[in-house]
């Protein structure tokens, strides 16, 4: 479902995609109508990548299917420099060599039509998902998001233009905890500031903000945690 509003919250238009199992994510604005991510498929059945572009009524331009034989989410989708567009998730189908990598990070580059440039998968841990994607100063890519091991740390991570991992980092509070990052951005000086939440300043069952401002590198300058 995507609606629209006026300055003064009237609808403008509203319409529905898909076949009934679609999932939005993400919209951005274009300079020509609006780009929706999200995914399509459902509880047991095959889950793809699903990408939408409109006119500024919402009339479908072109829609495009990304994934393999079992389950692709992305969650983020950001602008590049070139005039395409990059997608940052999880896949369960281009995974690790073994069975402790059931599901790893998936990245997919399109070009202004959505046309497959390349796509990669990134395994750090035995289990991770990444929650939000930039383009960064030197055309790379810092993603952020989790990874699994003893539990769950929230994971940093800079590719080149091409999805190939540079560096990653981990950041983890406490044993038993669950750190996830959330949004990233890259800072004037080249480093990163990094959003999300954790569980381990907070009473059971609750999380807190969690805010961490790295080096260049990932390497962690300050950490905070707001309740």
């Not at 091991?149 to 669950?178: H, I, P, Y």
Request: a negative charge; hydrophobic letters at 35%; aromatic letters at 14%.
């Amino acid at each position: 479902l995507m609606l629209s509003y006026s300055t003064r919250s009237q609808i403008t238009f509203q319409k529905l995609y898909g076949s009934g199992l679609e999932t939005g994510y993400s919209v951005l604005e274009l300079q020509d109508g609006y780009l929706i991510m999200g995914s399509t498929g459902g509880i047991g059945i095959q889950s793809d990548v699903y990408l939408v572009k409109t006119d500024f009524s919402g009339n479908v331009l072109w829609s495009k299917n990304y994934g393999g034989v079992y389950n692709e989410e992305t969650y983020s989708i950001a602008p590049t420099s070139d005039g395409g567009f990059v997608m940052a998730g999880n896949t369960t189908t281009f995974t690790g060599p073994s069975l402790s990598d059931p599901m790893c990070i998936y990245m997919i580059k399109v070009d202004a039509f959505g046309d497959l440039v390349w796509s990669n998968s990134i395994n750090i841990g035995s289990y991770e998902s990444a929650y939000c994607i930039k383009e960064t100063f030197d055309h790379g890519f810092i993603l952020t998001g989790y990874t699994t091991n003893l539990d769950r740390d929230l994971a940093l991570v800079k590719t080149d233009s091409l999805g190939n991992t540079e560096w990653f980092q981990t950041f983890g509070t406490a044993t038993s905890s669950f750190d996830v990052g959330r949004g990233v951005i890259q800072t004037r000086d080249s480093g990163y500031a990094v959003v999300g939440y954790s569980t381990a300043f907070s009473s059971p069952g609750d999380t807190s903000i969690y805010l961490i401002r790295t080096t260049s590198t990932g390497v962690a300058l300050n950490t905070y945690h707001y309740t």
